[in-house]
C-alpha cells in the first residue's frame, strides 16, 4: 500500500473559515420549491406549507446562505408576479425551463421561511428580459422602510418591515445563449454597471455580485470577467463563477480528480479580478461569489425542449453514489482552500435537483450520498484554515495531467484547540495510508476518526435505503505526533482531533 504524508502546520494559516461557503441554492426549477421544501398538503407540513422534515434536514446540513429565486429562472421572472395575495398571483410559463409557474412561493414566503430556519438570503434580479427600473423597485419593496410606494405596498401584503437583504446578484449566466436576454460582455458591463451604481445610491453597504462566466470553457472566459469588472469596478465586491462536473466519455479518473479544474478556475478569476485592481491603481480585492457548483450529469439531459409545459416537473434528479460523494467532497475542500477569495459558494440545488436531499411527493425525504460531505464539513469547519502539504503518489488522468492522489485541507480553532483535516482519495482503485504529522501541534488526541466509503463506489441512497451509504468510524492510530489510518479508494474522510498541548503554537 502507498503512503501519504500530511504536513499540517497552525502556522500556515489561508484565513478564518468562511461559513459562507456553505451556502446552497433554491431556484424555481423542477421540484426545488414545489414537493421540494414547500408542500402544502404533505403530512409534515408546517403553517406555512413548507415542509418540517426537509426543514431538518436542512438544518443538518448546514446550510448558511440560500440564492434565490434563480438561475436560469430569474431571467424571464417578474418579481411582482410572487407578492400579494395568492388569489390574484398570475399562472406564467417560466420560459427558461418551460414549466408552469403558479406564484405560490414568492419572495415574502421564500424570505420567511429564510428567517425561520436562520438563513441568510441572497436574492438574484432579472437582467435578461428586464433592466434597471425594475431591479430598482425590486430592491425598493425587499428593503425599503420610506413612506413611498413600494415599501407601502409590501406593508399592505403583511410584511411591515424590511427584509435588509444584503447580497444581491445582479443577473445569472448573462453570457450564456441559452439565457433569456443573454448579453455581449459590454452590453452586460454597461446593464451592470448603471444597476451597481443605483443599488448604491440607495444603499451603499450592500454587497453586490456581478454575473461572470457561466464555465471556464465559455469562449469569452477572462475576457467578459475584465470588461465587466473593469467598467463596474467601484460599485461590485464579488463576480460569479460556476462549475458543474461529470464523467466525460466515461472517463472516471478524470471525474474523481475534477477539483483540478475548480483550482485553476478560481486562481484565473482571482488573477484577472487582481489584474483589474491594479488598473485601477487600487488595493480593493475583489471575490468570487462561486454561487453554482454541483456533480450534474447533464450527458443525461435531453435539453430544456424535452421538457413538458407542466407545474413541478420531475427534472434532473440525479441519483449519488459514492464516488459522487468523493468529488462533491473534493471541491468544498477546494473551496475551503480558498477561503480568503470565496465570499460566497452555493451548492446548486437544495432539494431534488441534482440535490442533497430528495422528497416524494406526498411522501419521504432522505439524505443523498453528497449531503454528508457537505454537512460534515459544515459542522466541524472552525477557526482558520491551514494550507496542508503532502508527499505522496499521484493519478495519471488524461483531462488535468498529474494530480495527488490525496486531496485536503485542514481547519483550526485555537480557542476550543479543536483541529479538523478533511481528505479525499481520489484514487478509484488503490487505498492509501495516510500519515498525518501533528508534531507541531503538540499532544493531542483522536475525538473522530470518520469515512464515507463504500466496497461499490456505485452505491447509492434511496427512498427505500436511505442509509445504505453514510459516514461510519474508521480505525486509525496515533503514535509520536503521527496518525495513522487508511484511506480507502474513492473515499471522503473527517478526522477531528482535541490538542491537549500546544506550546509550539
Known amino acids: 500500500m502507498r503512503t501519504t504524508t500530511v504536513h499540517v502546520h497552525p502556522a500556515y494559516q489561508v484565513g478564518e473559515v468562511n461559513r459562507r461557503i456553505f451556502g446552497s441554492f433554491v431556484e424555481h426549477m423542477g421540484r426545488c420549491v414545489y414537493t421540494g421544501i414547500f408542500e402544502p398538503n404533505h403530512p409534515e407540513a408546517d403553517s406555512h406549507g413548507f415542509r418540517r422534515d426537509v426543514a431538518e434536514l436542512v438544518k443538518e446540513l448546514g446550510v448558511t446562505v440560500l440564492r434565490y429565486p434563480g438561475g436560469n429562472f430569474v431571467s424571464n421572472y417578474r418579481w411582482e408576479d410572487g407578492v400579494g395575495p395568492l388569489e390574484e398571483r398570475p399562472r406564467n410559463l417560466d420560459f427558461a425551463w418551460r414549466s408552469i409557474e403558479p406564484n405560490t412561493v414568492g419572495t415574502n414566503e421564500f424570505l420567511a ?15 435578461g428580459t428586464r433592466g434597471l427600473s425594475e ?52 452590453e452586460y458591463a454597461r446593464t451592470v454597471t448603471e444597476v451597481a451604481n443605483a443599488f448604491h445610491r440607495f444603499d451603499d453597504k450592500l454587497s453586490l455580485i456581478a454575473s461572470g462566466s457561466s464555465a471556464r470553457a465559455m469562449p469569452t472566459f477572462g ?25 466525460i466519455d466515461d472517463d472516471a479518473v478524470s471525474f474523481a480528480c475534477c477539483a483540478e479544474d475548480m483550482e485553476r478556475y478560481i486562481r484565473d478569476v482571482v488573477a484577472t479580478l487582481d489584474h483589474v485592481a491594479a488598473m485601477h491603481h487600487s488595493d480593493r480585492r475583489l471575490k468570487i461569489s462561486f454561487d453554482e457548483w454541483n456533480v450534474w450529469y447533464q450527458s443525461r439531459f435531453d435539453g430544456e425542449n424535452s421538457i413538458g409545459m407542466v407545474h413541478a416537473p420531475h427534472l434532473i434528479e440525479d441519483t449519488y453514489s459514492v464516488l459522487d460523494a468523493m468529488v462533491v467532497g ?12 470565496i465570499g460566497v459558494a452555493c451548492q446548486a440545488q437544495l432539494a431534488n435537483v441534482i440535490a442533497p436531499i430528495r422528497t416524494e411527493e406526498g411522501g419521504r425525504a432522505w439524505r443523498q450520498t453528497i449531503f454528508h460531505p457537505f454537512a460534515l464539513m459544515s459542522r ?16 495519471s488522468t488524461q483531462r488535468w495531467g498529474e494530480a495527488d492522489q490525496l486531496w485536503t485541507v485542514a481547519t483550526w480553532d485555537a480557542e476550543s484547540h479543536d483541529l479538523a483535516v478533511f481528505l479525499a482519495n481520489r484514487d478509484l482503485h488503490e487505498s492509501t495510508r495516510v500519515r498525518i504529522d501533528l508534531r507541531p501541534f503538540g499532544d493531542c488526541t483522536v475525538v473522530e476518526c470518520l469515512a464515507l466509503d463504500d466496497e461499490d463506489i456505485a452505491a447509492v441512497n434511496t ?19 503521527t496518525l495513522t489510518f487508511d484511506a480507502n479508494p474513492a473515499s471522503w474522510n473527517c478526522l477531528r482531533l482535541k490538542i491537549l498541548s500546544n506550546e509550539d503554537n
Open 380 to 395: 466541524h469547519a472552525r477557526g482558520v484554515v491551514l494550507d496542508t502539504r503532502c508527499e505522496g503518489p499521484t493519478i
Open 223 to 247: 475576457r467578459w470577467e475584465r470588461i465587466v469588472v473593469d467598467a463596474a469596478f467601484d460599485n461590485l465586491d464579488m463576480v460569479s463563477a460556476h462549475a458543474y462536473y461529470e464523467p
Open 463 to 481: 427512498a427505500d435505503q436511505p442509509n445504505r451509504v453514510e459516514p461510519h468510524n474508521a480505525r486509525c492510530d496515533i503514535t509520536s505526533a
Open 113 to 127: 421561511w429564510c428567517r425561520r430556519m436562520g438563513i441568510e438570503p441572497m436574492l438574484a434580479v432579472n437582467l
Open 135 to 186: 431591479a430598482m423597485e425590486f430592491l425598493q419593496y425587499v428593503n425599503g422602510d420610506t413612506d413611498t410606494r413600494l415599501p407601502q405596498l409590501r406593508k399592505s401584503h403583511g410584511w411591515e418591515d424590511p427584509w435588509s437583504v444584503e447580497t444581491w446578484c445582479l443577473g445569472n449566466e448573462m453570457d450564456g445563449p441559452w439565457q433569456m436576454g443573454h448579453k455581449t460582455p459590454e
Open 330 to 341: 473534493s471541491l468544498l475542500i477546494t473551496l475551503l482552500r480558498h477561503t480568503d477569495r
